[in-house]
């Protein structure tokens, strides 16, 4: 149904990226952690850059990244997703921690929405950023592009879609026409919700999160234990780099694979969803599913709706009633 945009925004992406990248590449801030839209984004990201033949030597999250020595030719590889700015600051200091370690790498940051309340933190933001001379933004919306070039334009800042549309076909292809008559509203219960979110839904609309949110899974409390092992071992460097490396193995090989599929899984029954989550949206959409946006507290679904998706017919935003 809207296969015809989401190729569209699939050639975007690797126009605008693929000349930007060499054959080697790191990803330094992978998302070992219960949003399944930023594991939806991790792995369009591992898609495209096998898609497009890019030798990807290592992914680590924040907590397991050493900051090794790289050669010059590596491309560091950061994610793409809604916490650029102060909303959920330990990212981003991560993400400035490594532009400073890394002057002579080629940094890419996949596309992002940019939000901050601290104005003064714009100012030190840009400061740091400025003194790399290598260093590519990607907003993933107008509203983020306008902010970046007004504030960041001595890097390079480029609008691209959310790379979660580059997750391969074939992950989704047995998920679609699973739907029944089931509705769902997907109301996210962290800091990002909006005050305005309808507080009375009709009796067959059922209301969820996303499941790793409701309930955390095994898998994180087990490498959660894991780091907390390699962090107590740090003086002893090669045993903590084995700890993480084994960390790493898990989330790249397991954690990833087994969250898109609990996402898709969940969303696959539903013939209609009403979200307040971003990636939820775009999963529906990849889906070929009816969806309805509510924003968030930081106006990010309707930013992004404005950007990419007037094409698109079956989403739109939702008109506000009495009962869903």
Not at 174 to 181: C, G, L, Q, V
Not at 216 to 244: N, T
Not at 295 to 313: E, H, P, Q, V
């Amino acid at each position: 149904m809207n296969h015809i945009q989401v190729n569209a925004f699939r050639e975007t992406i690797t126009e605008k990226l693929r000349p930007l990248l060499s054959d080697k590449a790191i990803l330094a801030d992978a998302p070992y952690y219960n949003n399944i839209g930023d594991v939806l984004i991790w792995q369009g990201i591992t898609d495209f850059l096998k898609e497009n033949s890019i030798r990807l030597l290592k992914t680590t999250s924040y907590n397991t990244f050493t900051f090794p020595e790289l050669s010059d030719d590596v491309v560091i590889l950061l994610m793409g997703g809604g916490n650029f700015g102060d909303l959920w600051r330990w990212f981003q200091e991560f993400r400035l921690r490594v532009i400073e370690c890394y002057p002579n790498n080629r940094i890419i940051m996949f596309p992002q929405s940019v939000w901050y309340q601290d104005e003064s933190l714009i100012q030190k933001d840009a400061e740091i950023m400025s003194k790399h001379k290598d260093l590519h933004l990607c907003a993933r919306d107008q509203y983020s592009y306008d902010f970046m070039v007004r504030h960041f334009s001595s890097n390079d800042i480029i609008l691209v879609p959310d790379m979660a549309f580059c997750i391969n076909e074939e992950r989704l292809i047995p998920y679609r026409s699973r739907s029944t008559d089931r509705k769902l509203f997907f109301k996210r219960i962290d800091k990002e919700m909006s005050e305005s979110t309808p507080d009375c839904i009709g009796e067959d609309t059922e209301i969820h999160d996303w499941p790793t949110i409701e309930r955390k899974p095994g898998i994180l409390w087990w490498l959660g234990k894991v780091c907390g092992v390699a962090k107590r071992l740090k003086s002893i460097k090669c045993l903590a780099a084995l700890v993480y490396a084994a960390v790493d193995f898990m989330a790249f090989h397991y954690l990833r694979g087994k969250f898109v599929r609990t996402g898709c899984e969940f969303l696959a029954p539903y013939c209609k969803v009403i979200t307040t989550r971003l990636h939820a949206m775009i999963l529906s959409i990849l889906l070929d599913k009816q969806v309805d946006y509510i924003d968030n507290t930081t106006g990010k679904l309707s930013a992004f709706a404005d950007t990419w998706l007037n094409d698109i017919d079956t989403v739109t935003p939702y008109a506000k009633k009495s009962r869903l």
